[in-house]
């Protein structure tokens, strides 16, 4: 398993942007398939975006398809999420996770090793 590490959450405003990273331990990184999720409370983990682990390919929520953009730096262990038009319900937590190989997947159970999460707050 990996060790992530998420930073960059904060407050926007409504239509504002901001970008959340993850941070990697280990050096096989680039043999995992990375996904972001986000929470509230009392409600389920929602799938956010992901990319594959063997051609950059991308996948997203159709919540956030043409706002949301994931991108990866195997270099440097990190993956982003970028985050543009943000709207207030987009305010969650924010966690990355990782899994190792295998096919992209929306599915939470999918991923065995997750961050600590992130906040981010969407103000109207």
């Known amino acids: 398993q990996v060790q992530l590490v998420e930073s960059g959450g904060g407050l926007v405003q409504a239509g504002g942007s901001l970008r959340v990273s993850c941070a990697a331990s280990?050096?096989?990184?680039?043999?995992?398939?990375m996904g972001w999720f986000r929470q509230a409370p009392g409600k389920e983990r929602e799938f956010v975006a992901a990319i594959f682990w063997s051609n950059g390919g991308t996948y997203y929520a159709d919540s956030v398809k043409g706002r949301f953009t994931i991108s990866r730096d195997n270099t440097k262990n990190t993956m982003s999420l970028q985050m543009d038009s943000l709207k207030p319900e987009d305010t969650d937590v924010y966690y990355c996770a990782a899994a190792r190989y295998g096919p992209l997947s929306y599915k939470a159970e999918a991923y065995d090793s997750w961050g600590q999460g992130t906040q981010v707050t969407v103000s109207s």
């Open positions: 280990g050096r096989t990184f680039s043999t995992y398939n």
